[in-house]
């Protein structure tokens, strides 16, 4: 499967209609979608030949410690392709990455995350505001 990734600005309604089809995030209004791609580094990945965004994640970095990857997701009609290791590949090996701590938090998906050196700790993630 060719595909291309894309950094920086990426439109608001094709992160909105990804984001809809997840339970951590369908309820977001535009306005916090666009706030948060705005205090981010956006990734985006496209089929060769569409114009449809398939995959979105971002990151928050202090880019001296520490990065925290979030809103890691694929299209529904296109997972299982291989299209979310290609996407968390490609932020991993990002250089301004490198020698970071890197955080996630997920409650599926582990077996992706793994293959990157994500370990699930037991009692030390904590949530505030579980419905933004």
């Not at 296109?78 to 090996?93: F, P, R, T």
């Amino acid at each position: 499967m060719n595909y291309a990734i894309v950094e920086g600005a990426i439109a608001l309604p094709d992160v909105m209609a990804l984001l809809k089809q997840t339970y951590w995030a369908n309820k977001r209004t535009p306005e916090q979608v666009q706030r948060s791609m705005d205090n981010s580094r956006c990734y985006g990945i496209y089929l060769d030949g569409e114009q449809k965004l398939v995959g979105f994640a971002r990151v928050i970095s202090d880019f001296a410690t520490t990065y925290y990857l979030c809103d890691v997701v694929i299209d529904r009609d296109h997972q299982h392709n291989g299209l979310g290791v290609a996407l968390v590949s490609h932020i991993e090996n990002r250089p301004e990455y490198q020698g970071l701590r890197g955080m996630l938090i997920t409650r599926d998906a582990h077996t992706l995350y793994e293959k990157f050196g994500y370990q699930t700790l037991n009692g030390r993630a904590m949530v505030k505001g579980l419905n933004c």
